[in-house]
């Protein structure tokens, strides 16, 4: 090794083989591959469901209210966003007031 050259390292990554190595058949890669698919599927069908449930939740949540209780939430959250911005705004004029008083002192 010469000390102008860097250090070259191979990684075998777990899980990825290209080359068949001692005993493994030459179609290593493919059946690797393939496993790894078998092993997704499980999970892609349970988030397929998972997303339709989703779905079909969301819908009967809606049907089941009615525009009365839909009015009265968003009149209710429209309420609670100005009372939000009535007291940052009271809060503003406080601290304006309050440095107006620190410096008279």
Known sequence: M????CDLTLIDLPG????????QPQDIADKVVVQHLADQVPMLIHYFILKESAKLLCCETLSLMDGANLNDILRKETEISQKRTD??????????AQSKISSFC
């Open 87 to 96: 007291l940052q705004n009271r809060l503003e004029r406080l601290s304006i």
């Open 16 to 23: 990825i083989a290209r080359v068949p190595v001692g005993g």
């Open 2 to 5: 010469s000390p102008d050259m």
